[in-house]
């Protein structure tokens, strides 16, 4: 998160054009709790919020993890805004619990949402896809997509890429 901390990375017209945002301003583990059936809300927690998306910054995730499916069942928007056969399932738990959440969080948010993920990781870009092709709502699905920190770290400033680069183990 030190990337999105420094002035270099704030001001860099490449990166506002990569992440489409207008302001680089970033807040940090913002609360976004998800509304229940119950009434009551999920404290879910947003990795990043710049401008008017929200970021989930995926770098050394084994999976997004999975949920049993009526505990995901209980949100209340949930089926208004997933087509739920299209999710994916395994043993009667959806897979991608951690994009489900930032999703329904993001369209109760009125937000776009951007996977910050690796390249090297094309199993949870996959992942991240298949959950996004679930959304009912075109509109809102095309404000989704992924961008890889390789793809930001070839738009910063050099100093800053080496830094990241070693750091993350990341190769641009």
């Excluded at 680089?24 to 998800?34: E, T």
């Excluded at 995926?58 to 209980?74: A, C, D, M, P, W």
């Excluded at 299209?86 to 738990?93: A, V």
């Amino acid at each position: 998160m030190n990337l999105f901390c420094s002035n270099r990375f704030r001001e860099a017209d490449e990166v506002k054009d990569l992440l489409q945002c207008r302001n680089l301003w970033p807040r940090f583990f913002v609360p976004a709790p998800i509304e229940k059936r119950d009434g009551n809300g999920d404290p879910t927690t947003i990795d990043v919020v710049i401008d008017d998306t929200f970021v989930q910054a995926s770098l050394s995730e084994i999976n997004f993890t999975k949920q049993r499916l009526e505990v995901v069942e209980n949100y209340l928007r949930f089926h208004e805004v997933f087509q739920d056969t299209g999710l994916p399932q395994h043993n009667g738990s959806y897979l991608n619990f951690r994009v489900i959440r930032n999703l329904l969080a993001a369209s109760q948010n009125n937000k776009r949402h951007i996977l910050l993920g690796d390249q090297k990781r094309p199993d949870l870009a996959e992942s991240y896809l298949r959950t996004v092709a679930a959304l009912k709502d075109k509109a809102f699905r095309s404000r989704c997509r992924i961008v890889y920190w390789q793809e930001l770290l070839r738009v910063i400033d050099p100093n800053l890429r080496r830094f990241v680069e070693t750091r993350f183990n990341l190769v641009s």
